[in-house]
């Protein structure tokens, strides 16, 4: 089946370090991917995606590049800041059939000042 | 703002009673979608319509029902609850093969 794992958190960071968190996938087919993310409080919303293997979606600082032969899709972020404390979620959709997305379980990034 | 209005925001009830979670999807979005967010068991896809028809199921117990109406607004009903029932419950809307717009939530706690 298609599933998305993501690392577990929480992931705690001291201001300006860099994040990483880990995403891998497993579809049938070639799917698009996505990163959301939740702030306290709110709902998800679309931090960036990519829909073919080697695009780098990138957006307020993040950055994830679809590897197709890793079947991955990182999170990446050189300097983070205490207002990314969040649950970010890694997703991914078909292309085919119905469009639901398949989310990873999320994790929790907490930036100290 | 995503566009996307979900009502109410928080619900508190009893168990064994039932309740109606409402959806409004962004404008001209034909699809809506139901997710539910529970500590233990991330964040469930529910069942998704398109145009009033629905076109998937996931883990969508038989206490739970859904519909979409001719206006495109959608409603989830669940009914017989249990304390296990209570989680945050998101809709979101998309056009066609774009992104999906979440909205808000709907925190439900069954007492």
């Known amino acids: 089946g298609n599933s998305v794992t993501q690392m577990e958190g929480p992931v705690t960071l001291s201001e300006e370090a860099f994040l990483t968190i880990n995403c891998t996938y497993t579809?049938?087919?070639?799917?698009?991917l996505f990163w959301y993310v939740q702030y306290p409080g709110e709902g998800l919303q679309l931090l960036l995606k990519?829909?073919?293997?080697?695009d780098k979606g990138s957006n307020k600082g993040f950055e994830a590049t679809y590897r197709k032969e890793t079947t991955s899709f990182h999170l990446e972020k050189g300097s983070v800041q205490v207002s990314d404390s969040a649950v970010y979620f890694c997703?991914?959709?078909?292309?085919?059939?119905?469009?639901?997305?398949?989310f990873g379980t999320g994790t929790r990034l907490l930036v100290s000042p | 703002d995503s566009g996307v209005t979900q009502t109410p925001k928080h619900l508190i009830t009893a168990t064994g009673q039932r309740v109606t979670l409402r959806c409004s999807p962004r404008?001209?979005?034909?699809?809506v979608y139901w997710y539910q967010q529970s500590l233990d068991q991330g964040l469930q896809f529910l069942i998704h319509?398109?145009?009033?028809?629905?076109?998937a199921k996931g883990n969508i117990l038989e206490r739970f029902s859904a519909q979409q109406f001719p206006d495109l607004h959608s409603e989830l009903n669940l009914s017989s609850l249990e304390l296990g029932d209570s989680a945050l419950y998101f809709c979101?809307?998309?056009?066609?093969?774009?992104?999906?717009?979440f909205g808000e939530g709907s925190r439900l706690t069954v007492l």
């Open positions: 579809a049938t087919g070639y799917p698009s």
């Open positions: 979101a809307s998309s056009l066609n093969t774009g992104e999906l717009f």
């Open positions: 319509y398109y145009n009033g028809e629905e076109r």
């Open positions: 997703a991914l959709r078909l292309h085919t059939g119905f469009q639901k997305l398949v």
């Open positions: 404008s001209g979005d034909l699809s």
């Open positions: 990519a829909t073919k293997a080697d």
